[in-house]
Structures are given as structure tokens and as C-alpha cells.
């Protein structure tokens, strides 16, 4: 009995979780409440609260397992490839087939709502994760003597703001159009930064 109610409460919980993606993704963070959320989810407030602290905590848990899963894809897309270039292109197909934009925009607003709470340093904290897992495959990469010798850190933000820059086009591309957009785009990006 008690292992079929911790399955029962897994379901539950990752229907609260879908169910908020979706809300967050179409009406932003602030817009969405805890109402809507148990709404769609079709559970009680108390049923949410069972598995999350608030909104924030709920917000956090769904940017987490997005950002570790994300990196997790990205490495095994990219096991065993040894030519740098193409672990590039793979990198801006892989960046298109796991866009989430209007998740980034709610992102963006949750930032502003929650400035210098708890959540919001849970939050920044993810993303810093995220970002030296960048900066160690960008430094990897200009090791290999393919990238000119540039700060790390700074290339990887760089070439991250680019991609997500160019993710603006979602609203107006079909994928197949923004993979081939990503890949001209990587090309030139690549012209800049490749060492001669």
C-alpha cells in the first residue's frame, strides 16, 4: 500500500509540475497563480503544498530539473565527438531542439518578481551551474587549439547571449527554418572566433 501511494504521490506531483511548465510557459510567472496551477493539475491547494513550499519553491524545482536535464542531453549528444567544429553545430541543433523560450521569458519575470529572496538566489545559483559547465566545455574546446585564446568565461557568455539572442526567432520559424538559421549563424559566429 505504501509503495502504491509514493507512486500515486510521484504522478501527482510531476502532473503539478507539467501543468505549471505549461501555465508559466503561456501567461508568465506573475500571471499564473497557485489556483490555476491546482486547476489544471486537478489537485487541491493542500495536494500542491504537499509537494512545494510556494509558487517560488515550485517555480525553482521546474527551472532545476530543466537546466540539469538540458546538460545531461547535451552530454550524451555530444560523447565522442572530437571534431570541434561539428561538436559546434551539434551544439546550436541541440540549443533549437531544446528551446524553451516563452519558460526563459517567465524565467526573466520570476528574477524581477522575487529580486533577493531565497528563491531567486536558489535560482541564479542553478544557472551558475549551468554556466561553468559551459565555460569548462568552451575551455575544453579553445585547449584543443581550435578557439583563439580567449577568457573562458567571458567566450561562453558570449556565445550563449548569441544563441539565445537568436532564439527570438521561435515565434516566427518553424524549427527546421531556425536550425538552418542557428547553423548559418554558427558558421559566422565560428569565423570570429575560430584560431586561424
Given at each position: 500500500?505504501?509503495?502504491?501511494?509514493?507512486?500515486?504521490?510521484?504522478?501527482?506531483?510531476?502532473?503539478?509540475?507539467?501543468?505549471?511548465?505549461?501555465?508559466?510557459?503561456?501567461?508568465?510567472?506573475?500571471?499564473?497563480?497557485?489556483?490555476?496551477?491546482?486547476?489544471?493539475?486537478?489537485?487541491s491547494?493542500?495536494?500542491?503544498?504537499?509537494?512545494?513550499?510556494?509558487?517560488?519553491?515550485?517555480?525553482?524545482?521546474?527551472?532545476?530539473?530543466?537546466?540539469?536535464?538540458s546538460?545531461?542531453?547535451?552530454?550524451?549528444?555530444?560523447?565522442?565527438?572530437?571534431?570541434?567544429?561539428?561538436?559546434?553545430?551539434?551544439?546550436?541543433?541541440?540549443?533549437?531542439?531544446?528551446?524553451?523560450?516563452?519558460?526563459?521569458?517567465?524565467?526573466?519575470?520570476?528574477?524581477?518578481?522575487?529580486?533577493?529572496?531565497?528563491?531567486?538566489?536558489?535560482?541564479?545559483?542553478?544557472?551558475?551551474?549551468?554556466?561553468?559547465?559551459?565555460?569548462?566545455?568552451?575551455?575544453r574546446?579553445?585547449?584543443?587549439?581550435?578557439?583563439?585564446?580567449?577568457?573562458?568565461?567571458?567566450?561562453?557568455?558570449?556565445?550563449?547571449?548569441?544563441?539565445?539572442?537568436?532564439?527570438?526567432?521561435?515565434?516566427?520559424?518553424?524549427?527546421?527554418?531556425?536550425k538552418?538559421?542557428?547553423?548559418?549563424?554558427?558558421?559566422?559566429?565560428?569565423?570570429?572566433?575560430?584560431r586561424?
Amino acid at each position: 500500500m505504501y509503495k502504491l501511494s509514493q507512486a500515486s504521490d510521484k504522478v501527482t506531483k510531476q502532473r503539478i509540475v507539467d501543468c505549471a511548465k505549461a501555465l508559466f510557459s503561456q501567461k508568465g510567472y506573475a500571471a499564473t497563480s497557485i489556483q490555476d496551477i491546482c486547476k489544471s493539475a486537478g489537485c487541491s491547494k493542500g495536494g500542491m503544498y504537499h509537494h512545494f513550499v510556494n509558487k517560488e519553491d515550485l517555480f525553482v524545482h521546474i527551472a532545476e530539473t530543466a537546466f540539469t536535464g538540458s546538460w545531461e542531453e547535451w552530454s550524451r549528444r555530444s560523447v565522442g565527438i572530437d571534431d570541434m567544429e561539428e561538436l559546434f553545430y551539434v551544439f546550436s541543433d541541440y540549443f533549437v531542439d531544446t528551446l524553451q523560450r516563452p519558460l526563459s521569458k517567465a524565467a526573466e519575470e520570476f528574477l524581477r518578481v522575487t529580486a533577493g529572496s531565497e528563491s531567486a538566489i536558489r535560482f541564479i545559483g542553478i544557472m551558475n551551474d549551468y554556466m561553468r559547465h559551459f565555460e569548462d566545455f568552451i575551455g575544453r574546446v579553445i585547449a584543443s587549439g581550435y578557439l583563439k585564446e580567449e577568457d573562458p568565461k567571458t567566450l561562453a557568455f558570449i556565445v550563449l547571449s548569441f544563441y539565445s539572442g537568436l532564439s527570438d526567432s521561435h515565434a516566427f520559424m518553424s524549427k527546421d527554418e531556425m536550425k538552418v538559421l542557428f547553423r548559418k549563424s554558427t558558421e559566422l559566429l565560428l569565423s570570429g572566433i575560430r584560431r586561424s
